[in-house]
């Protein structure tokens, strides 16, 4: 063990220059956490191994003045779980070589990882109580290699508790290896222990449904061939070149791109964390926002019948987002010029693994950036914008989630998530009445009501750390019809609500109001609006948690109970669901809840704040969803209010500018012209 940390050693010291602060760990420094902590503690198998984030005064301090400033030391944030299931949470200074926090910390479980859920099929397969339930159902023993189950962590089940580790089997069956799984649920639940890899219970419903008889409903090729008559030919190809290079430059992780600086992290949980976010206002840098990521989620089932109630995936916290990473294609997940990196995790055997392409970084063109004609002479001048994409996919069971991290010319930063994938689906039999709470969307095949509720954590920036939450609703003046001060009845404003602690700071969404929220700095005031600088966050898909209040998933979701809540700022509050989440009651509450009710009355105006925004959508699934569904999409906006002096994207070149003086003189434009004419917007008339 002495010989392999100081061949670690060398392998650390040789490289250069030493990474960003806010770099993912490399394998190396994977290896050397790994290894000190087994030196010190025998065999263990680990959970997680990633980057501890520097304290954020001490890297405020270093971003301001890196020549002067202590750089942050590297560390690695571990968790393991030892003998008997006993769960460790430790912090390895990589820079020192030592172990500087190691903890026991009882009562939790940490995420289930894509090792673990592995396992689960093959005991299934073999466990003798599991054969005899889909013999029952009308699966001979002799096609246990058909049966199929998708693993899910229990969620919460008062009959087991918390202190042993344990995950659900929800069931299926393919006829054909190429077959759909989703397409022939099975109608009973396996509960597996991890520590003794054995089936401990099997929930069995009270009305039995025996396999589909239904023939296969597959999306491959073979299946569109039979079924549909092969693909489509009418598409003619498009093709996405850059022939002199991308517009963006990378400096290690940091992208620079059009004013913006955004340093690319990722983590084994949340993926992909952009950090220090900054734009070059005409040379000044401008600090926007110090930490982004999507800090969580949840997806509940509306089906109150045993045991669909534990259907509710906290795909972050119970999985990680980061483990469930694709290895990205490129011209299927990504077209275009792309820039790739790569993701490093630990096994549960320590040794460090990575996953090629976890992240897509390229240019798409963005549409009209601007555009105005005078009707008076023709003049005008459209401006076509381009943004750039920060990307990752991760594949949660049988669900995908395409997430997008975009940035515009104009200041602006966009969230986008599509949700793809196929439906989680359970047995039904030939007749049977789903209650409301689900869709036949195939013979045999129920798909149940769900929501897809993201929390998008803002560790905001702007102008500097000590800033204010304002709600803006759009309202009606105040006055009567006909009275002096709205004598037409048309008045309307922005009514603006200042948050001042984090409970009065728990606020719902209204659509009514075009509800939005200001991220401001009022020690800093726009000199022509004489309005605090700001970001306001812009986000029309908030459906409210519908699972009811005290109840299982009310208590555990907390962080999902109002679309905006605002926190002050704490190095260890990055997760709203809490650090460990499979197998929590909610009872005490942990993550978000607990934070603010421990904060009591604290300020949070005019200092270091988080607001955390929960959105997302509820799905209410029809065939058209199945037997895979068309990727659905949902978007945030963070947009500038007040920030700029001017449209800051005024410098973009146009695609085409004719002034009234060219118009009237006939002097040629500036940009594309017309049919045939190349500049920034190149077209081809046809």
């Known amino acids: 063990m002495v010989d392999r940390l100081k061949q670690l050693t060398l392998q650390v010291s040789a490289t250069s220059p030493p990474p960003h602060p806010f770099d993912p760990l490399s394998t190396t420094e994977i290896d050397t956490a790994v290894a000190l902590v087994r030196e010190k503690y025998g065999p263990l198998n680990f959970n997680a191994v990633t980057l501890y984030e520097p304290r954020k005064a001490e890297m405020m301090a270093w971003l301001v003045d890196p020549e002067k400033a202590p750089r942050p030391a590297r560390c690695a944030d571990v968790v393991a779980i030892g003998p008997q299931g006993k769960v460790y949470d430790g912090v390895v200074n990589l820079d020192e070589k030592k172990i500087v926090e190691w903890k026991h910390t009882e009562g939790v479980q940490p995420l289930i990882t894509m090792e673990e859920l592995k396992e689960v099929e093959h005991v299934c397969r073999k466990d003798p109580r599991v054969i005899e339930q889909c013999e029952i159902i009308g699966i001979p023993r002799e096609e246990m290699d058909k049966v199929y189950c998708d693993p ?124 220090n976010i900054t734009f070059n206002d005409k040379g000044t840098i401008r600090p926007i926002i110090y930490r982004l990521s999507l800090a969580e989620m949840v997806v509940p089932y509306g089906n109150p019948e045993h045991p669909h109630h534990r259907k509710h995936a906290f795909d972050l916290g119970e999985y990680g987002g980061g483990y469930m990473t694709n290895s990205l294609s490129l011209g299927c997940d990504c077209k275009g010029a ?150 037409y009845g048309n008045a309307f404003y922005a009514k603006k609500t200042k948050y001042t602690t984090p409970k009065e700071a728990m606020a719902d969404y209204n659509g009514d109001t075009g509800r939005t929220w200001e991220i401001a700095n009022t020690n800093k005031l726009n000199p022509y609006s004489k309005k605090p600088v700001a970001y306001k966050l812009v986000s029309r898909e908030v459906p409210r948690l519908l699972p009811k209040e005290g109840g299982l998933v009310w208590k555990r979701a907390g962080f999902a109970r109002h679309a905006v809540h605002v926190t002050k700022y704490a190095d260890d509050q990055l997760y709203p669901a809490g650090r460990h989440v499979p197998q929590t009651s909610g009872e005490p509450s942990q993550g978000l809840p607990m934070w603010i009710e421990e904060a009591g009355d604290s300020s949070i105006e005019n200092t270091d704040i988080v607001l955390w925004h929960t959105f997302g ?58 049919a045939g004419a190349k500049g920034d917007g190149s077209s081809v008339m046809v």
């Open 338 to 487: 792309i820039r790739y990196l790569d993701a490093a995790f630990v096994n549960r055997a320590g040794a460090s693994v990575v996953i090629k392409n976890a992240i897509c970084i390229h240019e798409e063109d963005a549409g009209i950036l601007f555009k105005h004609t005078d009707f008076r002479d023709d003049s005008v001048i459209v401006t076509r914008g381009r943004k750039l994409v920060i990307s990752h996919i991760f594949t949660a069971a049988n669900y995908e989630y395409c997430v997008y991290w975009i940035f515009h010319q104009d200041g602006t930063i966009q969230l986008d998530i599509k949700l793809t994938g196929i439906l989680n689906t359970y047995a039904m039999n030939p007749g049977e009445d789903t209650h409301g709470w689900g869709t036949e969307v195939y013979p045999g095949v129920n798909a149940h009501n769900h929501q897809h509720l993201f929390c998008l954590r803002i560790d905001a920036n702007i102008d500097g750390p000590n800033n204010t939450v304002f709600q803006v609703d759009a309202a009606q003046g105040p006055g009567e019809v006909g009275s002096a001060e709205n004598k």
């Open 152 to 275: 899910w962590t229990i969620g919460y089940d008062e009959r087991f508790g918390s202190n042993v580790r344990l995950q659900q089997a929800l069931m299926y069956y393919r006829p054909n290896v190429d077959d759909s799984q989703y397409g022939y649920p099975l109608d009973f639940c396996p509960i597996y222990n991890a520590e003794t890899k054995e089936i401990i219970h099997i929930d069995v419903p009270p009305v039995r449904r025996p396999i589909s008889k239904a023939p296969p409903n597959n999306y491959h090729a073979e299946a569109v061939a039979k079924d549909l008559g092969g693909y489509r030919t009418d598409l003619k190809p498009i093709h996405i070149t850059q022939p002199e290079g991308v517009s963006f430059k990378m400096n290690g992780r940091i992208v620079e791109w059009q004013k913006w600086s955004i340093h690319v992290g990722f983590n084994y949980r949340e993926g992909i964390v952009l950090n």
């Open 617 to 674: 959508l509820t799905h209410f699934p029809a065939p058209e969803d199945f037997p895979i569904m068309p990727a659905e999409p949902m978007t945030v906006l963070l947009r500038p209010r007040n920030f700029f002096n001017r449209n800051p994207a005024l410098d973009v070149p146009p695609s085409y500018a004719r002034t009234p003086s060219q118009v009237a003189g006939s002097s040629p434009a500036c940009g594309c012209g017309g």
